[in-house]
């Protein structure tokens, strides 16, 4: 027979049979760390790690190397034209930092001070728990606090105890906690330290410390009659999660707003330097009605209102409405009171319970409630902002699931994939139920979105259940992808809780992980000196035009790009019907000097798997073809 070409369409298809992904494409049906490009798969880029250093007692750097304290939930990368720095501020489930000149500077707020204590340490010998004495303290376990002004006790060093990121904290009683110090004491003091200050981080009770969410199980979880009235729910998994402790960050020109999701409102002044903490907005002078627990914000484009969600409502009782949108006075963000000469004011959202996601887009203001998605659009005058309701059954999974690229919307829903241009539309996606089956419901909140505008691309990365965390505290291990250039969706494999696009002096996207390593992505071809396992993996093709004959194909005529020193696995599979047992043959090595490949695999269908592990591979695939003889049954 002539050289018959094996081309499929760009994406992957998994939400049908095998077979029928080869009948109606054909289709690709499985890849990690590929994309598309010009209708062809490629590699995805390699990443490297950022060195993030460390702060001794005194706040100045060192040549320390450290990790980001807590799990990432947001980050915003921005250019002071002021003094020309760049800044990254990084909110965790348990902090707050500006990363700058490469050292981390944590800027979480403070709850209290307590200055002048005396000898307020005790330790024992052999253990590296210190107990701290401080009446009415107010902290709870799980909290943060940096001391300074130690002196060495029990053989713990000055340096150690003054640390400048601080301990957490264990409660003993209201008036005294343990923090655990790298090494342990070398002997016992009841009372040392000599004169010490304290300084309490915002914690607990801000809304801080809860890495994890629990399932929402209260009334109508679970099949009608499952459970006997009064007694407590024998499921432990839910379509429902409540909040885990997450940020919304946005930019007042060159300043930051940091929301904690259900908490307060936060400033941090740029000018201040990255030695300054924020403070709360309400404490700001001239604030007026700044409200005092919200679960969305953001800033409104061009006009610059600030605009927070889920919020009390003004002059009122001060509970939390958690459909209420208010909006600070033009270009003043600390102004909530409406009055006669500003454009403060508030609206009340009808479909939904929550909010749960903003994002300011194409001069108008997407919110997403979990029912529902609205526009806010500034209109002037006495009304200020108009409202209307654009699509319902189509609200956001999550805080960080909803992203604005060039004036669209993209984001993630309960069970689907919407995009949003002037009308709300629900994307088609190949891939859908692979995802939300592979998905842990309880977690979807900790799902996040990220953006690389170089290849066109908008990536959620989310909980699978295949996570070695289990079910305790497990963090983003997985991703689909959508190329809207290419109308092209992949999966994979990749842990990351924070993405953002190349930005600035960022020639690259960047993201951290689980661990708190930043990275930075689309350079070079290592998974930061790692072997990248790089693969994807065609549907199943019939030689003859309905496989009613069985093929001998004997050769493969690779047509691929790549580097000298690449070595590219192909895998042949080949079925003599759609649910027989496979036939794998290979691998067989591909290089850039490779003209054909001797295969010899027999089937009525025929499937190829690519794949790459070392440290410089770099490929993209063109179009192969094949050399084939019809061939008996035997």
């Not at 909803?402 to 088609?428: A, Q």
């Amino acid at each position: 027979m002539p050289l018959k070409i094996l081309k499929y369409n760009p994406g992957i298809v998994k939400d049908i049979t095998e077979y029928a992904a080869g009948k109606n494409g054909p289709y690709w049906i499985d890849s990690d760390l590929v994309r598309f490009k010009n209708g062809y798969p490629e590699k995805l880029g390699g990443w490297q790690k950022d060195v993030i250093y460390g702060l001794n007692p005194s706040g100045n750097l060192t040549t320390t190397e450290i990790t980001i304290e807590g799990i990432a939930r947001r980050m915003v990368y921005w250019r002071a034209s002021s003094d020309g720095e760049d800044r990254l501020a990084i909110g965790t489930h348990n902090h707050l930092f500006i990363y700058q000149n490469g050292a981390l500077y944590d800027i979480t707020p403070l709850r209290k001070t307590s200055a002048g204590l005396s000898n307020p340490i005790a330790t024992a010998n052999g253990s590296a728990i210190v107990t701290i004495t401080d009446n009415s303290h107010g902290a709870k376990t799980g909290d943060w606090v940096v001391l300074s002004g130690a002196a060495a006790t029990g053989g713990v060093l000055a340096d150690t105890l003054n640390d400048y990121y601080g301990y957490q904290l264990t409660i003993i009683n209201a008036n005294s906690y343990s923090i655990v110090v790298p090494s342990a004491a070398t002997s016992t003091v009841s009372a040392g330290g000599g004169t010490v200050a304290i300084k309490y981080l915002i914690g607990i009770d801000a809304g801080l410390g809860i890495q994890s969410s629990a399932p929402a199980l209260g009334w109508g979880v679970g099949g009608w009659g499952l459970e006997a009235w009064g007694t407590a729910r024998s499921t432990t998994s839910s379509d429902v999660s409540l909040d885990n402790s997450s940020w919304n960050l946005s930019l007042w020109g060159e300043d930051l707003i940091a929301t904690i999701r259900g908490s307060a409102l936060y400033y941090w002044n740029t000018s201040g330097g990255p030695t300054n903490r924020a403070v709360l907005v309400s404490s700001i002078s001239g604030a007026e009605s700044v409200p005092t627990v919200a679960r969305v914000t953001t800033v409104s484009f061009p006009d610059r209102h600030f605009i927070a969600g889920g919020c009390q409502e003004y002059g009122g009782s001060g509970n939390v409405d958690n459909m209420l949108v208010r909006w600070s006075s033009q270009e003043q963000f600390e102004k909530f009171a409406p009055t006669a000469t500003n454009t403060a004011g508030d609206q009340r959202l009808e479909v939904g319970t929550k909010i749960v996601a903003m994002i300011a887009a194409r001069e108008e203001t997407i919110i997403s409630t979990d029912e529902a998605v609205y526009g806010m659009t500034f209109v002037g005058g006495d009304f200020v902002f108009s409202f209307r309701l654009l699509a319902t059954d189509s609200g956001a999974a999550g805080l960080n699931t909803m992203i604005s690229v060039d004036g669209d919307v993209y984001w993630l829903g309960k069970r689907n994939f919407f995009k949003y241009d002037g009308i709300v539309k629900e994307l088609p996606c190949p891939v859908q139920y692979y995802v939300f089956d592979r998905m842990q419901k309880n977690f979807i909140e900790k799902t996040t979105v990220g953006h690389n505008k170089a290849f066109k691309e908008v990536t959620w990365f989310y909980v699978s259940n295949d996570n070695t965390a289990g079910t305790i505290n497990p963090e983003p291990d997985s991703y689909v992808t959508y190329n809207y250039a290419e109308n092209a969706w992949t999966v994979g494999t990749l842990d990351r809780t924070v993405w953002s696009d190349s930005f600035g002096a960022r020639k690259v996207p960047f993201a951290i992980d689980p661990y708190g390593y930043l990275y930075e992505h689309e350079t070079g071809t290592s998974a930061d000196g790692a072997a990248m396992n790089s693969y994807i993996e065609g549907s199943p093709r019939e030689i003859s035009e309905n496989g009613e004959t069985l093929y001998m194909v004997d050769q493969v005529i690779p047509d691929v790009t790549m580097t000298t020193s690449t070595s590219l696995s192909l895998y042949m599979n080949t079925r003599k019907f759609p649910n027989s047992t496979e036939t794998v043959k290979g691998p067989f090595t591909i290089t850039s000097s490779t003209e054909k490949v001797s295969t010899r695999a027999k089937g009525r269908q025929i499937s190829m798997k690519f794949q790459s592990t070392g440290l410089d591979d770099e490929w993209t695939l063109g179009d192969f073809r094949v050399n084939s003889r019809q061939d008996g049954l035997r």
